[in-house]
């Protein structure tokens, strides 16, 4: 199992980014797909869900209105677009799968860093 982020980097303040994890080693389809972030001393927290079959989204407080989750299942990609971006946003980003069915073991992706600095 295979959970790839990219697209991270350095962006200046209400600057765009747009973060994609691609999938391998299990059924996407299946999967409902997160993004969450952690900066540096803080928790992990959610920022993102999209459902299996992409029909339904969530998204923490911090990202509504500024972020958008969304999937391709041919492609075996999610992706988070990211606009409006602020200092606070910085952290690193991680894709995240567990099956919609059977939500008992999820898959981790290993990381994209998002630093939003002028």
């Known amino acids: 199992v295979h959970l790839v982020e990219s697209g991270g980097g350095l962006v200046q303040p209400g600057g765009s980014l747009r973060l994609s994890c691609a999938a391998s080693g299990f059924t996407f389809s299946s999967h409902d797909m997160s993004w969450y972030r952690q900066a540096p001393g803080k928790e992990r927290e959610l920022v993102a869900t999209i459902t299996s079959d992409g029909g339904s989204t969530n998204y923490a407080d911090s990202a509504k209105g500024r972020f958008t989750i969304s999937r391709d299942n041919a492609k075996n990609t999610a992706y988070l677009q990211m606009n409006s971006l602020k200092p606070d946003d910085t952290a690193v980003y991680y894709c995240?799968?567990?099956?919609?069915?059977?939500?008992?073991?999820?898959?981790w992706g290993q990381g994209t860093q998002v630093t939003v600095s002028s």
């Open positions: 995240y799968a567990i099956d919609s069915a059977w939500p008992i073991y999820p898959y």
